[in-house]
């Protein structure tokens, strides 16, 4: 496997612990930049496997920078090293939030668990892919990081092709609930899987809906 590129967004503060020997150590590839534009306009032309934010070394929460690193290289994972006094927010798109103080190896680990592996984890069929430690899914050129539901939603599809799954019985498998009385957040989901997998989400070719009924994934063999 190739050496992996990781670009560390960090401070040169003094009173700021530096992670970049510890990455180096493990054998990855680190870019250093020292500002947000700079790692923004880096990340383009380095196309890194991981972003490492160091916000805390920044004196800021980080949750606007990743949002930045989101939209400009959707699909890239971001680890945020946060002061426990500026944590930010669950919807800044972080992959994984790490709170200062902790050891180097709680962030190795994590950088870990969120590079590309093999494929011994992965579902497939037809173009779909679902990685299932990392969360990815890719399709048709295509790829996204998803949350733990929207990957549990897809592999319960991608186990049952071609069979009937009952709205009730999503609802129970993703969500661990018997309560059918406000299906939108499946609906909600649903729409956004389509958004991924459909050539066309308007006109489903995958994920079928049987109206009054459930949905079905036809996946040509």
């Known amino acids: ?16 612990p530096s992670f970049a020997a510890a990455l180096e150590k493990r054998g990855y590839a680190v870019t250093v930049e020292r500002t947000a534009q700079a790692a923004l306009r880096r990340s383009q032309s380095l196309s890194p496997d991981i972003i490492v934010l160091n916000a ?30 500026n944590v930010p927010d669950a919807n800044c798109g972080a992959a994984a939030t790490l709170v200062v103080p902790f050891t180097p190896r709680k962030l190795l680990n994590g950088v870990a668990r969120l590079l590309p592996g093999d494929d011994s984890a992965a579902l497939q069929l037809g173009p ?14 295509r790829e996204e990081r998803v949350t733990p539901k929207q ?6 599809f991608l ?3 071609g069979q009937l799954l009952t709205r ?27 958004s991924v997998i459909e050539p066309n989400p308007r006109k489903p070719r995958y994920l079928k809906t049987l109206r009054g009924q459930g949905y079905r994934l036809d996946v040509p063999g």
Request: glycine share 4%; with cysteine.
């Open 1 to 16: 496997m190739a050496t992996a590129k990781v670009l560390l967004l960090e401070s040169e503060r003094a009173n700021t």
């Open 56 to 85: 805390a070394s920044l004196k800021t929460s980080g949750a606007r920078i990743c949002r930045q690193f989101k939209a400009s290289r959707n699909g890239t994972p971001v680890v945020v090293i946060a002061d426990k006094k």
């Open 128 to 141: 779909i892919k679902l990685n299932l430690p990392q969360r990815r899914i890719s399709c048709a050129g």
């Open 151 to 156: 990957a549990r939603l897809l592999e319960m």
């Open 159 to 161: 186990r049952a092709p």
């Open 168 to 194: 009730k019985a999503i609802i129970k498998h993703v969500w661990d609930t018997d309560y059918t009385g406000d299906t939108r957040t499946l609906d909600v989901h649903m729409s956004w899987l389509r």
